[in-house]
């Protein structure tokens, strides 16, 4: 009777030692395809969250520069005692920039960041399926397009996800995390678990345009514009009183050019184009300032003039 109970407490112990091992989050090796604002503020997050992280981006020289922008973008951060030296050291050492797709093979997840365009996102999982592991997931950042849209693309549908990050991605924590129609329970809690070993703070939407925080911020957006163009008030006294007023970190506008005006024009089209609400229409001067090629920090003109066209201010 004694053995018997040994034995039942050293298989619990080991059970226990077991389940342990597994639960413990392991250093996931995490893509991000498309090296612009959006992908190399998630690149931030994955290497300086403890991940090994590859940037990939179709044109390698883009790639290489997003790498220099993360490298940085820490450097600032310990510079103003955000991480030690070391943390960013062996977070940029974990970190490399690719342009060949083949280069994500060994990822536990990939994260797309290219254009909001379903055709452009779709042609990209399709190439992923023939790269990729076959238990590895693909995230989607999209936030105006359906994820069970997109993941019907892919021969793993249950396998792919929306994982919206919130921009500037490197400096806020919030992220939703959107299941497809055909998304598996398993994919959804690991897609959860690795965010939060990011230090990130998931959060579950349902698979509908602008999800939570671009339902709102779109619109809002649009209204600011709006009163730029009716002769309201300047774009600074604006983003001053939203900030003042409503405790915003940004104001609209100066949040319009960190994402760029032609990001926020395909995102008012997407919007209306799914939605038919008024307040999603483009406005007229956000149009005409795309076409002039003032597109925010990124060309150094915007509603703002800009002396240096990096966006990762720490």
Same mark, same amino acid.
């Not at 309201?232 to 609209?252: H, K």
């Given at each position: ?7 039942d ?33 998630? $690149?931030?997050?994955?290497a ?17 520069? $997003? ?27 974990r ?30 999982? /399709? ?38 990050? /919130?921009?500037?991605? +490197? ?31 998931p ?21 600011a ?7 309201? $008030? ?19 506008? +100066?949040?319009?050019d ?19 609400d ?9 149009? +005409? ?11 150094? +003109? ?13």
């Amino acid at each position: 009777m004694i053995h018997g109970l040994v034995v039942d407490r050293v298989i619990l112990t080991l059970i226990t030692m077991l389940h342990a091992m597994l639960s413990k989050p392991l250093q996931p090796t995490i893509a991000i395809a498309g090296a612009g604002t959006m992908g190399t503020g998630i $690149a931030i997050v994955a290497a300086r969250g403890g991940a090994n992280t590859i940037l990939f981006d179709a044109d390698e020289k883009r790639a290489r520069a $997003a790498l220099n922008d993360l490298q940085r973008f820490l450097d600032r951060s310990v510079q103003l005692d955000r991480l030690t030296l070391e943390q960013a050291q062996v977070a940029v050492s974990r970190t490399h920039a690719t342009g060949c797709l083949q280069d994500l093979s060994a990822a536990d997840l990939v994260v797309e960041a290219v254009f909001e365009d379903h055709a452009v996102k779709a042609n990209l999982i /399709c190439a992923l399926d023939d790269v990729l592991r076959p238990d590895a997931i693909i995230a989607s950042n999209t936030s105006t397009l359906s994820i069970t849209k997109l993941a019907a693309t892919s021969r793993r549908p249950q396998q792919v996800v929306g994982l919206h990050f /919130c921009l500037p991605a +490197q400096l806020m924590k919030l992220v939703e995390v959107t299941p497809g129609l055909l998304t598996s329970v398993e994919t959804l809690v690991r897609a959860e678990q690795i965010c939060t070993s990011l230090g990130q703070i998931p959060i579950r939407t349902k698979d509908t345009p602008g999800f939570i925080l671009n339902r709102f911020a779109i619109p809002f957006n649009n209204d600011a514009i709006r009163l730029v163009e009716r002769g309201v $008030a300047s774009p600074a006294d604006i983003d001053r009183g939203v900030r003042t007023a409503l405790g915003y970190p940004l104001g609209p506008l +100066q949040l319009v050019d960190l994402v760029g005006l032609d990001t926020q024009m395909r995102l008012c089209e997407a919007f209306y184009e799914n939605t038919r609400d008024p307040r999603h229409v483009c406005p007229p001067l956000l149009q +005409q300032m795309v076409a002039a090629g003032r597109l925010g920090k990124k060309s150094g +003109q915007g509603f703002y003039n800009y002396e240096s066209t990096s966006t990762f201010g720490a």
